[in-house]
């Protein structure tokens, strides 16, 4: 048994050790399979009117005090709720909803962490508009993925990633 171990090591050939066996057959088939499970997250879109370029004293609605933070760097000085859905798409999949007259479907590519890579496609009449956004959302942080319609009075969609 001696020399069949040299003349392996000699021929650059190793013996399995158990504790190798017992991770190529039992531990990294549970990890490569917990790799291709498909989580899914839960995020949230909010569509909000928003109208009077230019007026510097903002008007937000009461069921939008959440989201002030994002609606302030913007142009804009009146901000209305235009709806509210829910998607939970999983890794590889997608999941869409309908806002104030918009199609969107929310495309999750990976999650790490607090953070889920996603891609947004927005559609009208069914056909999309533009090419998809691939954006990160932060759990629990409001994102402005989108300015929609007339320029001078848009729909906004502020995207949040939930628990």
Same mark, same amino acid.
């Given at each position: 048994?001696?020399?069949?171990? @040299?003349?392996?090591?000699?021929?650059? =050939?190793?013996?399995?050790s158990? *504790?190798?066996? &017992? &991770?190529? +057959?039992?531990?990294?088939?549970?990890?490569?399979?917990?790799? =291709?499970?498909? @989580?899914?997250?839960n995020v949230e879109i909010q569509g909000v009117a928003a109208s009077d370029p230019g007026k510097k004293d903002q008007n937000v609605a009461p069921s939008l005090g959440r989201f002030k933070d994002v609606l302030k760097d913007?142009?804009?000085? *009146? &901000?209305?709720?235009?709806?509210?859905?829910?998607?939970?798409?999983?890794?590889?999949?997608?999941?869409?909803?309908?806002?104030?007259?918009?199609? +969107?479907?929310v495309a999750l590519i990976k999650t790490w962490g607090k953070k889920a890579k996603v891609e947004v496609t927005i559609k009208h009449g069914g056909k999309p508009i533009g090419q998809p956004i691939s954006t990160a959302l932060t759990q629990g942080e409001p994102i402005m993925i989108s300015q929609l319609g007339a320029k001078d009075a848009p729909t906004i969609l502020i995207f949040t990633y939930r628990e």
């Open positions: 048994m001696k020399w069949r171990n @040299q003349h392996r090591e000699k021929a650059g =050939v190793r013996k399995w158990n *504790t190798g066996l &017992f &991770f190529a +057959v039992l531990i990294l088939p549970a990890i490569l399979s917990g790799s =291709v499970h498909a @989580q899914a997250v913007t142009v804009f000085g *009146t &901000f209305k709720d235009a709806g509210s859905a829910k998607v939970k798409p999983a890794t590889g999949g997608k999941d869409s909803a309908t806002i104030a007259g918009y199609g +969107v479907d």
